[in-house]
């Protein structure tokens, strides 16, 4: 690898440029070596830029033992060690990066396919790593989305509606006002009236008004819950109390098909959960660094 200066030479507007600001010209060949990546990616920072950054998001402008916070850290061969309690550690010790077995710029290239929503094999060709590995890298990704408000609940006008998988249910709500969604999956596809009251009672604020079509399910949902329920009937071509919430479940299944192609059932809360955050906190996802310093962060250790 070239050193910083010479690597930043190619690359100017720096960490975080995403697909809507590249253009042709972002990809130059480089490199035809077999150890070096073939292609040098304008949006993707060199190894030691990304090292630098990972550094600054951990340690802020001091380096210092993840364990006892001490400063007198020196390096030892590839690690650093503590002065003070001896442990030796890496720059991503009690970090979800941890015992990290690829580069950090294929880190961050894997990382910017999957904020971009890259599917699956488009994101092995460009790597060059298989679907086994870049299927764990999204499913590490996504175990560390942040989500600072995935306890507040859904106000104003709802919009709630269901869909079905094979195997599983999904129930959903919308704010319509604050475009923010809630999902969630049901292992079966037999909801029932107790699962749709566990939902609002939960997820909806009371004195909402919550918009449902006329399913059977929903009857009566307001002597639970103080809502202000309203309803269209589909029977009827009634569609505008709930046309947002049916809306979101077509790109909810483009979202699947496109990025993972097929899904488990084992896995589907946990993409639901991907594309909720996608659509509540798109700023999380618009490149790489900005997920990396709203994600990672050093685990306390006793
Ligand atoms: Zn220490």
């Not at 599917?119 to 679907?131: A, G, H, N, V, W």
């Not at 002597?223 to 329920?229: A, E, K």
Request: aromatic share 10%; hydrophobic share 35%; glycine share 4%.
């Amino acid at each position: 690898m070239k050193s910083c200066q010479v690597a930043k030479a190619g690359y100017t507007k720096g960490v975080g440029t995403d697909l809507k600001n590249m253009d042709n010209e972002s990809v130059n060949v480089i490199n035809k070596n077999k150890s070096a990546p073939m292609y040098k990616f304008r949006q993707i920072p060199s190894e030691c830029q990304i090292k630098k950054l990972v550094k600054k998001i951990l340690f802020g402008t001091h380096l210092h033992c993840p364990r006892c916070k001490s400063r007198r850290v020196y390096k030892s061969e590839n690690r650093y060690r503590c002065r003070d309690c001896r442990r030796p550690f890496s720059m991503t010790s009690n970090t979800w990066l941890n015992n990290m077995k690829i580069s950090y710029e294929k880190f961050y290239l894997i990382l910017w396919c999957w904020t971009n929503n890259l599917p699956i094999l488009q994101t092995m060709k460009i790597t060059d790593l298989s679907e086994i590995t870049i299927r764990e890298w999204f499913d590490k990704l996504r175990e560390h989305i942040p989500d600072k408000h995935w306890l507040t609940p859904l106000k104003g006008t709802v919009q709630m509606d269901e869909t079905f998988f094979k195997k599983a249910a999904v129930i959903a709500a919308k704010d319509v006002e604050r475009k923010r969604v809630v999902m969630r999956v049901v292992p079966h596809t037999n909801i029932g009236k107790n699962n749709i009251a566990q939902f609002v009672v939960r997820r909806v604020e009371p004195n909402s008004k919550l918009c449902t079509d006329g399913g059977s399910v929903y009857k009566k949902i307001e002597q639970i819950w103080p809502v202000d329920h309203q309803t269209d009937i589909h029977s009827k071509f009634e569609f505008g109390l709930t046309s947002e919430i049916e809306g979101l479940f077509g790109n909810m299944r483009t979202f699947i098909r496109r990025k993972y192609h097929h899904v488990t059932s084992s896995k589907l809360p946990g993409i639901l959960a991907e594309f909720e955050s996608n659509f509540n906190h798109p700023e999380y996802f618009e490149n790489p660094t900005i997920f990396l310093e709203n994600s990672l962060f050093l685990v306390p250790t006793c």
